[in-house]
């Protein structure tokens, strides 16, 4: 394994933060991963939010189904896409993926909360003001994590096939 492979390997769901705040050059490495991500066209549809105001998490946090715990978070990355962008879905969802493991790389934890389609979404966009050419991707709370759960992954020959799929 290398250290890139390590990270990515790693790298699970945290949901339960400790208080500590975030190291300001992290956040902004890891944003810059976000911005490396792949874009179809290379149109980099996204927009990257950042909110560590208690309030302000609080008020996301209530809003979304899933994802209550971002209220405890020292941080939410808030990654919406351009609507008129083709491909905005699959350039923010790598973008959110980089910024994970940007986050990670540092020893932060996060967990990806869904935000494209949701309910919520258009709510969450006029929170934060952002405009309507841009639509909720994703929310990504993160943290110092305050407690190690991994959850079990399925093995390699579970999900993968070699030039054909058979069931055998």
């Not at 790693?10 to 902004?28: L, N, T």
């Not at 946090?61 to 941080?75: C, M, Q, S």
Request: hydrophobic share 40%.
């Amino acid at each position: 394994m290398n250290v890139g492979t390590t990270i990515i390997k790693s790298r699970h769901s945290v949901r339960k933060y400790k208080p500590d705040q975030i190291e300001e050059s992290a956040i902004r490495d890891a944003l810059e991963c976000a911005c490396q991500a792949p874009s179809a066209m290379n149109l980099q549809p996204w927009l990257f939010g950042v909110v560590r105001d208690r309030a302000l998490l609080g008020k996301i946090a209530e809003l979304t189904d899933h994802g209550k715990f971002i209220a405890g978070a020292a941080v939410c990355f808030i990654v919406f896409g351009e609507k008129k962008a083709k491909y905005y879905l699959e350039d923010c969802c790598a973008a959110t993926e980089n910024l994970i493991l940007g986050l990670w790389a540092y020893g932060v934890g996060s967990c990806w909360v869904a935000g494209d389609k949701k309910p919520y979404a258009d709510d969450i966009r006029k929170l934060l003001s952002v405009p309507d050419r841009y639509t909720l991707v994703s929310l990504v709370p993160a943290g110092y994590p305050a407690e190690v759960t991994v959850q079990k992954k399925k093995s390699l020959d579970d999900v993968t096939f070699i030039e054909t799929y058979s069931e055998n």
